[in-house]
């Protein structure tokens, strides 16, 4: 009678079992190095002023990004959320001079209405490719508020002390914005998790041919998901303009390729069908730490765009790679 012997697990192998099974714990870990690593070269800077303010920048990217975890999980992308932000930014800032707050808020919302309904046809009826849908009405969209700039040049812009107070403000050391947020992202969770239509999203990525077969109406499923993305996009803008207090017709669209970054380094799969909107918020927390990182280092511009690019395609290497192995 013979006894095979059990080959003990190498402590690699294990780590990286356990970093599969805990995709956030690789995550958390990044971000507490990249902390620990601006205390060394600041000492002192993490304080509760810091981590408040990080937070408030980290809030409008993480929706943003929210936006792009939705859209990558069919297997697209939403190019157009940082001009729908912009949009919705800008026509608020200008209509709230003449108009009582409540009207200046519905018609700085439609055109992220109309973004995401044009956007949610040309992709679900007309099979337009989502990157090249959502660029060509970005650059309608850009086009057209140029024009509308022409229109009320003259009557000035005027940031409403309630978006202010939601943008900056603090209530016991807490930022004001997290009134917003965390409902929001709350209720993407619960969405992507709990729900029909969040499993459908995970469905259509992960093998559209066989939800059209099972009698998905995929057309539905699509437009929903990019009015959702831009309705979320024209709330990032509102907020986004209470933050920087300076209304622009490029408010936003420094946020657009980050946020794709952010969901990438979440986990969240570019091919569709696999993600989640926590790994996405770790995700923008960790890209605002770095900028802040190398805004420390003073680095140069062109300097910070390759070192920046450079480790988002590191950790997104590594982090999809562990993830592979599971």
Not at 60 to 80: E, F, R, V, Y
Not at 183 to 188: G, Q, S
């Amino acid at each position: 009678m013979s006894t095979t012997a059990i080959q003990p697990v190498p402590l690699g192998r294990r780590v990286k079992r356990f970093m599969a099974d805990r995709p956030l714990v690789p995550l958390i870990i990044l971000l507490v190095i990249l902390v620990v690593i601006l205390q060394i070269l600041r000492p002192g800077i993490v304080n509760e002023r810091w981590i408040a303010n990080t937070i408030k920048f980290a809030i409008p990217l993480a929706i943003l990004a929210g936006c792009q975890t939705m859209t990558m999980l069919t297997g697209g992308i939403d190019l157009s959320v940082g001009t729908v932000a912009t949009m919705s930014a800008f026509i608020m800032a200008t209509q709230v001079v003449n108009q009582d707050p409540a009207v200046a808020f519905l018609l700085a919302m439609m055109p992220a209405v109309l973004i995401g309904l044009v956007n949610g046809i040309g992709v679900g009826v007309f099979r337009v490719h989502p990157l090249i849908m959502t660029l060509g009405t970005s650059l309608i969209g850009t086009g057209c508020l140029q024009v509308y700039q022409r229109t009320v040049i003259a009557s000035g812009a005027k940031i409403p002390d309630f978006l202010a107070w939601l943008g900056t403000g603090l209530t016991w050391g807490v930022p004001n914005a997290l009134l917003l947020f965390v409902p929001l992202a709350a209720l993407i969770v619960f969405t992507l998790s709990r729900t029909g239509f969040g499993r459908l999203l995970y469905a259509v990525g992960d093998n559209e041919r066989a939800t059209r077969l099972s009698g998905v109406r995929y057309w539905q499923v699509i437009s929903a998901l990019y009015i959702i993305s831009s309705l979320l996009a024209g709330l990032t803008g509102l907020l986004y303009i209470g933050l920087i207090k300076a209304p622009s017709l490029s408010l936003a669209e420094p946020l657009v390729l980050p946020s794709v970054a952010a969901a990438v380094i979440g986990g969240t799969s570019i091919f569709g069908g696999r993600g989640g909107y926590t790994g996405t918020i770790i995700g923008a927390l960790i890209l605002t730490v770095l900028t802040t990182l190398l805004t420390i280092l003073q680095m140069p511009e062109g300097a910070r765009r390759i070192l920046f690019g450079l480790i988002v395609l590191f950790v997104t290497a590594a982090y999809l790679r562990i993830v592979e192995e599971r």
